[in-house]
């Protein structure tokens, strides 16, 4: 019998699936392949383009042949710029041997869950959290222990909360701030009082997915947990990259700043899968960490200009709720009183995902269910997108909704 034909996924895979944000993603580009007028607000990336100090530095690495293998989780003197912005924007001293570089942050967050994961190890994850740490935890053979966070203490995790979820095989707290997909932001004191719990539990380390730190909008000035609490640093495990500051995601790099032992352990992992991150994205990372910032701000204003437009035009919507985010660049839109409406239950717009399915095929607004998230009941929209293209969004969901409430 030919084997092929009897082809299954390993039990690995069982219940994980492409990330629902890039089916989506696809779903849309599909559509816009009839529809012309398909507006996209699902994806999680810049608008902008790549600036050109840093495009001509990958166009130089190609031309001086720096195209080989490098150093296995990143090149020395991209680990140096990486060392220099540590300390220069958060105040932390990193030795080269603290450094890890990947394939963008997603690939540095799977190294360090395979690298320090045992089955049934949790992982404390406060939620609506970005979907792929579930999978990931999953993937690597933990636990992830979601804790809901309410829209009232601004989806951020308490210390009692903390203090609740932990449990003698705890191994991490995955913080993200600024959170995608709900814009919280955790301060210095929320850190400090986090921090008080964690010095309870001596064997619980910190993973702190800092890429959104540069679209920040008011609470300036950015916290992580290491540089606020030096006595836990050990334990912590900082995430980060070049992806969402200097709008390089298709390039790839991301880093971890962590004792050495969890970098050698990571090492193994990215040893035998990708190896070294791309030798010309390297390079380019470099001018963007050690060149001109001043994109940094003005693109932050640009995010924080969108951001006023589209959430005054959501909550402009007929039972459509969102507060204003702090950080990142989603609008995390709350559902709940329009799917509670009658008029949806007759049309059988019964969840977040039916709505989704509604904006994206009846208005050509793509955008993520919240569910996704652990956030039933909420929609979530990038605003890393025009003014126009917000317009037309909003101007087309309002129109959509309205249409829902006739009949
Ligand atoms: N963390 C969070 C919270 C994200 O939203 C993303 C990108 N969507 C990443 C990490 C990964 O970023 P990258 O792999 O592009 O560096």
Redesign the pocket.
């Known amino acids: 019998m030919d084997r092929w034909a009897e082809f299954s996924r390993s039990a690995k895979l069982s219940g994980i699936g492409v990330s629902e ?1 890039i089916r989506i993603g696809a779903e849309a580009r599909k559509l816009a392949e009839t529809h012309q007028d398909v507006i996209s607000l699902s994806a ?2 810049p608008d902008f383009p790549t600036p050109d100090n840093v495009k001509l530095a990958g166009i130089n690495a190609i031309l001086t042949n720096q195209t080989r293998y490098t150093a296995l989780d990143g090149t020395a003197e991209l680990k140096a710029a990486i060392r220099r912005k540590l300390k220069r924007e958060n105040g932390l001293d990193y030795a080269a041997n603290e450094i890890s570089i990947g ?7 799977f190294n360090i869950l395979m690298a320090t994961l045992d089955p049934e190890d949790e992982v404390i994850v406060p939620s609506p ?2 979907t ?2 579930l999978d990931m935890i999953r993937l690597a053979g933990g636990t992830a222990t979601m804790v809901p966070c309410s829209a009232d203490a601004g989806f951020r995790l308490s210390p009692e909360q903390l203090a609740a979820a932990l449990t003698s095989r705890t191994r991490w707290l995955l913080l ?1 701030s600024p ?3 709900t814009g919280a932001v955790y301060g210095a004191a929320h850190l400090a009082a986090l921090a008080e719990v964690l010095r309870t539990a001596p064997g619980v380390g910190v993973i702190s ?1 800092d ?2 730190e540069h679209v920040l909008y008011d609470s300036a000035p950015f916290a992580t947990m290491a540089a606020i609490c030096p006595d836990i640093k050990p334990r912590v495990v900082i ?6 500051a200097y709008s ?2 298709g390039w ?3 880093y971890a700043a962590a004792a050495p032992d969890i970098i050698a352990a990571m090492a193994v992992v990215q040893s035998q899968s990708s190896s070294n991150p791309c030798s010309i994205s390297q390079v380019a990372a470099i001018e963007a960490l050690d060149g001109p910032q001043d994109i940094i701000t003005e693109r932050r204003d640009a995010f924080r200009r969108r951001r006023d437009r589209i959430v005054a035009g959501l909550n402009a919507i007929p039972h459509v709720h969102c507060l204003l985010p702090d950080g ?1 660049f989603y609008a995390f839109v709350d559902m709940r009183t329009l799917l509670a409406r009658p008029e949806l239950k007759r049309k059988d717009i019964a969840d977040d995902t039916a709505l989704c399915r509604y904006f994206l095929h009846e208005c050509h607004v793509a955008s993520v269910p919240g569910f996704c998230f652990g956030g039933p009941g909420y929609l979530r929209l990038s605003f890393a997108a025009s003014d126009r293209m917000i317009d037309d969004a909003l101007e087309r969901m309002k129109a959509g909704v309205e249409r829902l409430l006739k009949y």
Do not use: F, H
């Open positions: 944000i999680g990336e394939a963008g942050a997603k690939q540095v967050l959290c970005w792929t740490y993200n959170s995608n997909p997915d890429i959104y995430v980060n990259g070049v992806s969402k390089m995601t790839r790099v991301g990142a």
